[in-house]
């Protein structure tokens, strides 16, 4: 149906076709994806998922843009400093989709997780915050809806965790385990960041990308988290890709371990075998003690 300002959905996706068929256009066009946060790799997303014609959305982000944020996310732009992430994520997704449908959170979005699980089943988790993370998780194992995510990495990298799978904090071993939301503490968090990096340096190259006196400030809490635009866009298309699988009813090979992708060698890389990994895995804790301990 051709919208009363000239827009007409049809022609809008019909590019797509080759890629889709009709039918998975059309689930598309009737799918729904809550995407937590519209800054960095949540915003590149959104804004593929949009693109690509998926109908419904509830997007939150408790923050506005500031100028450090121009360098990578794609809503940032000189004249949107200042102003509210998620408003401005939606007012550009409607000038792409006139008739997407849009449910716009704010910070009350953890207190609706639940009733928000229940209703996404497909769930992108681009918010910078662990214990945000920790809370979507719970919800989504309670309520059956699969989580596409990405490692805190230098390289590009996704992450499909489905109903049944382990959650992050204990596959990767985070002190929040068993712990309520509201009995988690600073430390805690630290410390799964931690455990997250540990991860990340034992089944990738990424040691090998970047200046480790940065990441070690990084790591050590004291420097914000680096973030570059071909890498932060990138992980966000590799996000949409398995956001728009799960809404045709296709299966992807991503798993709740994940995999990275290297565009320095132009490979994939993948989780280490058990054995490699343990030994891989102790000298990477060492490493990072040392790294730490060093830290400007």
Request: aromatic content about 10%.
């Amino acid at each position: 149906m051709e919208a009363l300002n000239g827009f007409d959905y049809a022609e809008f996706t019909t590019r797509n076709f080759g890629f889709v068929s009709r039918e998975e256009q059309e689930r598309l066009r009737n799918g729904a994806v809550f995407v937590a946060g519209v800054g960095g790799m949540g915003g590149a997303c959104f804004m593929a998922l949009v693109r690509a014609g998926v109908g419904r959305f509830a997007v939150c982000d408790i923050d506005v843009f500031e100028t450090s944020n121009l360098n990578r996310q794609v809503f940032a732009f000189t004249d949107t400093v200042g102003q509210d992430k998620a408003e401005i994520a939606c007012a550009a997704a409607r000038k792409i989709n006139p008739d997407v449908q849009i449910e716009r959170l704010g910070a009350e979005w953890i207190g609706k997780l639940d009733d928000l699980a229940a209703r996404y089943s497909v769930i992108v988790n681009g918010a910078d915050d662990i214990a945000a993370g920790v809370a979507l998780y719970r919800a989504a194992k309670v309520h059956g809806a699969t989580v596409i995510d990405a490692y805190a990495a230098p390289l590009p990298s996704v992450i499909v965790v489905r109903p049944g799978d382990p959650r992050p904090e204990e596959r990767l071993g985070y002190p929040t385990r068993g712990k309520a939301l509201d009995a988690l503490t600073q430390d805690d968090l630290a410390e799964s960041f931690l455990r997250e990096l540990e991860y990340v340096l034992t089944h990738s190259s990424a040691a090998s990308h970047v200046d480790l006196e940065v990441a070690a400030a990084v790591a050590a809490g004291k420097a914000k988290r680096m973030s570059f635009a071909p890498m932060v866009i990138a992980t966000g298309c590799l996000m949409a890709y398995e956001a728009l699988w799960l809404l045709m009813g296709r299966r992807s090979k991503s798993d709740c371990r994940g995999w990275f992708f290297n565009p320095f060698a132009g490979r994939i890389e993948r989780p280490l075998p058990w054995p490699v990994a343990t030994v891989k895995g102790a000298l990477v804790r060492a490493f990072m003690a040392r790294m730490m301990k060093a830290a400007p």
